[in-house]
């Protein structure tokens, strides 16, 4: 069976950690160019002081952008995500959204780059907003990508 943006949506959203997290993944674009996650705060999901803990709201970004480069990448590299950044700036309630795109483009440039096993790492960027459209964290990811050696040594 092939993986769908919809299938992987709807299995991330019942997958144990997701669903505990108050993460929802509300859809991959059908060309993997970008995804929208949300993050409820709630009584699981808020720290000491009644805002969204930290951790969740790393859990919220972990995988997208790895995601979106792999999908648009295909089996031929290995991409994963290597490191997270959070800039906190304002305390998160109710839902958080963040949104996460890679162009065709730039997954065109990666594969360029990666070409004949090269390691490449690259760094994306993404907001946390809150309801109101305030912007409650900065966040960084970055994803390394490297055409797999079976491929490099059948060129």
Request: aromatic content about 10%; overall charge positive.
């Amino acid at each position: 069976m092939r993986m769908t943006p919809r299938r992987l949506a709807f299995g991330m959203n019942l997958w144990l950690p997701n669903l505990a997290s108050g993460i929802r993944i509300r859809r991959f674009a059908d060309d993997w160019t970008s995804a929208t996650v949300e993050l409820h705060v709630n009584p699981l999901t808020r720290n000491y002081v009644k805002t969204a803990f930290g951790g969740s709201m790393s859990a919220m970004t972990d995988p997208y952008f790895f995601m979106l480069v792999m999908h648009q990448l295909g089996r031929d590299y290995v991409v994963w995500d290597t490191r997270g950044v959070i800039e906190f700036l304002t305390p998160g309630r109710g839902v958080l959204t963040a949104h996460f795109a890679v162009s065709r483009e730039k997954a065109q440039e990666l594969r360029e780059r990666a070409r004949g096993g090269a390691k490449v790492r690259e760094w994306f960027e993404t907001e946390i907003t809150d309801a109101a459209g305030i912007v409650v964290a900065r966040v960084r990811r970055e994803v390394y990508i490297r055409e797999k050696r079976r491929v490099t040594a059948s060129a």
